[in-house]
């Protein structure tokens, strides 16, 4: 009875009512009472046992609720494993998508990590990234990233430089024999490999293109939708399709494929070679019951679908992007979306190529141009090269100032006449300057001879006006200058009028002053013309 008590106590029951009628039915009731008394006792002791029921019921529930949301949480231990040559930007890939723009290359394998964040259950988790070298010396380092136990939470990532396409599909088959040579070491047990391999069948079969209807909220896949892919119809898989089934999730990205329109300019590239190209790598994908991602870290292309695809095959996050293939640069093929028939759709736009044609045989390495390393020439100091040029002007012989002058003289036409010719042989009764009292000497300097030149040009232009209206012979001249229009007059009857003396006057004194300037500069000149005149 006590006993009751106290486990109904640590209930909450009435534990000293209980007590008080225990010790009065022990001492002075009558049998009537006894028997009331036990089944009072027996009602207490049901009443703590519900009791006890219901607060067993109550830590089920909180366990049960501790325990879902322990398995609702994001699991741990998800790798991505990346593969690709030396330069095909597989660390620049993953740097990017964590936001880093410059990420450091290592040796060997290098060990990154996604952040992972399921906004609805506010929960996150880190993802393993491993990325081997491009060297097959380093291949031994995937038993760090690939282990038996830890296979089945592991995604292989296959990454191809577009920029030299005719790597793509060797790339792919070296690298895709290196992982298939790895799983064989770990030695999983068949039962268990055949069952990742049938998950892998199933998932490829049972892709649903994504639709308007479809969620786009971060919430993670409900059984729901795994009911209803229970419920579809499975479609069998073609005769090409995951023949080399490697038992997880293989994802095949191109990089680089901002260098699509550089194969277009510098090697001729046409749209049938692109297209080309993705067949090969669309019939690989086929084989292995891979995703098609081309990306561009440059240009920032399809690199956050890359980051969702991987959460979505890791951990089920729903998936709502449809497959595209319009766009060369941008293709995105899910895992289960692609088939023969599809891939024959690129077929059709061959012009020059076939569909069966090999892929070494049209895709070949463009020759390599042998550059010939010049002697690297070093532009010297501004000073040195002055001072080297003035030594070379010094040895040099003088040159006289100007162009050289032509001695001979010329008539306004611009031809040379000849020495023999007197500038006014065509008048002979007004000379101005005489031939033989001006002669060019050969030490005048150039400006001082351009001048007399000037001087004989309007002199000979003066003799030409005042010569034509007398004509030969000076007729029609004064009648005290007579035939021979003597030294006396040298102008023409019509100059001697009121109007115009004084202009030819100042005509010809400036014409004197500018015959001056020769013979002050040349002491050797003959007489001037004006004392020639005077004479």
Known sequence: MAAAAGRAGSFGSSSPGLGSAAGFSSSSSPPSSAAAA?????????????DEDDGQNLWSCILSEVSTRSRSKLPSGKNVLL???????????????????????????????LNVHDEDRDDQTRCNVWILDGDLYHKGLLKFAMEASSL????????????????????????ASVVREHIDKLKIPPEEMKEMEQKLVRDFQEYIEPGEDFPASPQRRNTSLQEDKDDSVILPLGADT????????????????????????EHDYRDEHFDFIQSHIRRFCLQYGAALIYTS??????????????????YGFPFNVPAVVVEKDAVFIPAGWDNDKKIGILHENFQTLKAEDSFEDIIIKPPVRKFVHEKEIVAEDDQVFLMKQQSQLAKQPPTAAGRPVDASPRVPGGSPRTPNRSVTSNVASVTPIPTGSKKIDPNMKAGATSEGVLANFFNSLLSKKTGSPGGPGGVGGSPGGGGTGG????????????GQKPVLTDVQAELDRISRKP?????????????????
């Open 38 to 50: 036990t089944t009072n006792n027996n009602n207490a002791e049901l009443r703590a046992g519900g």
């Open 83 to 113: 593969l690709g040559e030396d330069g095909a930007g597989k660390t620049s890939l993953i740097g990017k998508i964590q936001g880093i723009e410059e990420y450091k290359k290592g040796r060997g394998m290098e060990y990154l990590y």
């Open 152 to 175: 089945k939470d592991t995604l292989i990532m296959l990454v191809v430089d577009m920029s030299r396409p005719w790597t793509a599909l060797d790339s792919l088959q070296k690298w």
């Open 242 to 265: 995951l023949t080399c089934n490697l038992g997880i999730p293989v994802v095949v990205v191109c990089t680089k494929c901002d260098a699509i329109s550089v194969l277009e300019k």
């Open 297 to 314: 870290v440059k240009e920032n292309k399809n690199i956050d679908l890359v980051y969702k695809y991987i959460v979505q095959k890791l």
């Open 487 to 498: 030294a006396g007059s040298n102008l023409p009857p019509s100059a001697k009028k009121s």
């Open 519 to 535: 013979e002050m500069v040349s002491p050797t000149t003959p007489t001037s013309p004006t004392e020639g005149e005077a004479s």
